[in-house]
T-cell receptor, first 110, second 120 residues
Framework: GQQLNQSPQSMFIQEGEDVSMNCTSS?????WLWYKQDPGEGPVLLIA?????ELTSNGRLTAQFGITRKDSFLNISASIPSDVGIYFC??????????FGQGTTLQVKP | GAVVSQHPSWVICKSGTSVKIECRSL??????MFWYRQFPKQSLMLMAT?????????EQGVEKDKFLINHASLTLSTLTVTSAHPEDSSFYIC????????????????FGDGTRLSIL
């Protein structure tokens, strides 16, 4: 079945550093979504991408929809402690149901 | 912005109890809602798709008689864990598809804050 492979699995960085994580698939996705999940809460939508090549920003976050439609990345610039959490990429599969990556756990050292 | 409210946020109960979890879309109508289960340090696992006015669609391996889903209105879906046992302890999260975004493919899912279920 369709899968999203997310990397890295976890990151431990210093406050102020930039962060990059990505998501790849062997099959094409027509929409890419990036969510953040804080401990004990549900995921919150950060950025939605709908066109191949699309580059979208939301504050310090930037995400791109890969040209091949088989990958996407999320960058966080100048990280701060509240960026801590799990970041998930997701996309609607062939059945319309949302498929999630395994998540990237981000820890920021003040 | 789209808001999904999930209630309760935390439940502790004895084995054999049935537990109902509510999921409401507060500022939009949601024909379709989803129920997920999440174990610690893992991603979300889709349990079932809840469709307003019709029966829910369950994923393979999910017992429909164990996890009862009702979607009686465009803003409310409920998940009832019947005769819960310790192995049902988990974090349950609902989401709602925002109908306002036009085509289904462009309709993002917005998540509730989850329900932590602990069965003793």
């Amino acid at each position: 079945g369709q899968q999203l492979n997310q990397s890295p699995q976890s990151m431990f960085i210093q406050e102020g550093e930039d962060v990059s994580m990505n998501c790849t698939s062997s099959s094409i996705f027509n929409t890419w979504l990036w969510y953040k999940q804080d401990p004990g809460e549900g995921p919150v939508l950060l950025i939605a991408l709908y066109k191949a090549g699309e580059l979208t920003s939301n504050g310090r976050l930037t995400a791109q929809f890969g040209i091949t439609r088989k990958d996407s990345f999320l960058n966080i610039s100048a990280s701060i402690p509240s960026d801590v959490g799990i970041y998930f990429c997701a996309g609607p599969g062939n059945t319309g149901k949302l498929i999630f990556g395994q998540g990237t756990t981000l820890q920021v050292k003040p | 912005g789209a808001v999904v409210s999930q209630h309760p946020s935390w439940v502790i109960c004895k084995s054999g109890t049935s537990v109902k979890i509510e999921c409401r879309s507060l500022d939009f109508q949601a024909t379709t809602m989803f129920w997920y289960r999440q174990f610690p340090k893992q991603s979300l696992m889709l349990m079932a798709t809840s469709n307003e006015g019709s029966k829910a669609t369950y994923e393979q391996g999910v017992e429909k008689d164990k996890f009862l889903i009702n979607h009686a209105s465009l803003t409310l879906s409920t998940l009832t864990v019947t005769s819960a046992h310790p192995e049902d302890s988990s974090f349950y999260i609902c989401s709602a598809r925002d109908n306002r975004a036009g085509q289904v493919i462009n309709q993002p899912q917005h998540f509730g804050d989850g329900t932590r279920l602990s069965i003793l």
